[in-house]
């Protein structure tokens, strides 16, 4: 069955500092693959997709992610982080059928 | 547009009671779902519907029904809470399917005691 995996349970960046969330997916054909946001206490807004084509996806709020078959891996980057982008961030997959999430990556941001 | 929106915010239950969890959309997406969130898990699907009329389980249908009666509409009905639902609720809806991007609700957070 087709699975999500987010490695980082918690990553603690300063303010300005570069960041990489990892996403790996199981899967055995190319999926859809989907990053959403959630701020405390919100629902999930989509920050970027990625149906086929170029590997590389930009997104909103200047986020950006990768697209690595070989590594079955769709991580999420973003070259300088705000104090605003503290909050937890879902990896997801669609494969035709379903719609499979990731446990989610908490962000905190230091000052 | 107010996008999905779902009533009410916040509920707290006892055990055996059932309750009906609302969800509405105003873009017109054929596609509904709900999603349950617990800590460490994601979001995982309960039901989901592609059209008015039409409903099918997701991977924890189990103590929920659903009924789509219109395009707008997709409440979830817990028939007699237990402890083990209680979690945050997210309705969603999509243009395309269950495969494409999806568009959520704000949440409902439940708690049975």
């Known amino acids: 069955a087709q699975s999500v995996t987010q490695p980082d349970i918690h990553i603690t960046v300063s303010e300005g500092a570069s960041l990489e969330l990892r996403c790996n997916y199981s899967?055995?054909?190319?999926?859809?693959l989907f990053w959403y946001v959630q701020s405390p206490g919100q629902g999930l807004q989509l920050l970027l997709k990625y149906f086929s084509g170029d590997t590389l996806v930009q997104g909103i709020k200047g986020f950006e992610a990768e697209f690595k078959r070989s590594q079955s891996s769709f991580n999420l980057r973003k070259p300088s982080v705000h104090w605003s982008d503290a909050a937890e961030y879902f990896c997801?997959?669609?494969?035709?059928?379903?719609?499979?999430f990731g446990p989610g990556t908490r962000l905190s941001v230091l000052p | 547009n107010a996008g999905v929106t779902q009533t009410p915010k916040f509920q707290v239950l006892k055990t055996g009671q059932s309750m009906t969890l609302q969800c509405a959309q105003d873009m017109n997406h054929e596609y509904m779902s709900w999603y349950r969130q617990d800590p460490g898990m994601g979001l995982r699907l309960i039901h989901y519907s592609v059209g008015a009329g039409i409903t099918d389980q997701g991977e924890v249908p189990n103590g929920y029904n659903v009924s789509r009666s219109t395009t707008e509409d997709f409440p979830l009905r817990l028939l007699s809470a237990a402890p083990s639902q209680t979690s945050v609720y997210f309705c969603?809806?999509?243009?395309?399917?269950?495969?494409?991007?999806?568009?959520f609700g704000p949440g409902t957070r439940l708690t049975v005691t």
């Open positions: 899967y055995g054909a190319t999926p859809y």
């Open positions: 969603a809806s999509s243009p395309r399917g269950l495969s494409y991007e999806q568009y």
């Open positions: 997801a997959l669609g494969d035709g059928q379903n719609f499979v």
